[in-house]
């Protein structure tokens, strides 16, 4: 890390670290977006209405469908996840850090985090897939946590 270069410097397309970072941000959010389209689409193919003012004709009860559940417990987990990646991988560029390894983070920790989705939501996979996919993410937030601790501290 290079402590020396100004903050304003780094928030510059020419900055790779921020150009990967906005990516995976973009992409990252898009995909915690399709997720409420998936859940609808599936709540409507399955009828399984959350809201009395949702069901569209007379007849048909409320009921929990373990498919829809399934794809709303993936969204919780991407903003219970995604969202403190995005903070620290933010901090993380003003940081300075060597392109090579803040670019491959931010790829591996976004690819991580479809692949998981995949697995639990979509196609779902046993365990220890998904801890794995899980821990793969967590980790790369927390070493970007340290090091902007390290950085500022």
């Known amino acids: 890390m290079n402590n020396t270069t100004l903050p304003y410097t780094l928030l510059t397309r020419d900055n790779p670290v921020l150009c990967a970072y906005c990516t995976w941000v973009m992409v990252l959010a898009l995909k915690m977006m399709l997720m409420s389209v998936l859940t609808g689409t599936f709540r409507a193919k399955n009828a399984a209405f959350a809201n009395p003012e949702d069901i569209p004709k ?49 790829r591996v920790a976004g690819v991580i985090r479809i692949i998981h989705t995949i697995i639990y939501a979509i196609y779902p996979i046993r365990q220890p897939a998904r801890a794995i996919c899980f821990f793969v993410c967590y980790f790369i937030t927390i070493y970007m946590a340290i090091m902007c601790i390290i950085c500022f501290f």
Do not use: C, S, W
């Open 58 to 106: 007379e007849g048909i009860e409320l009921k929990v469908d373990e498919q829809v559940e399934r794809i709303r417990r993936a969204h919780l987990n991407d903003i219970e996840n995604i969202m403190p990646l995005l903070t620290i991988g933010f901090i993380y560029v003003l940081t300075n850090p060597l392109p090579v390894v803040a670019v491959n983070l931010y």
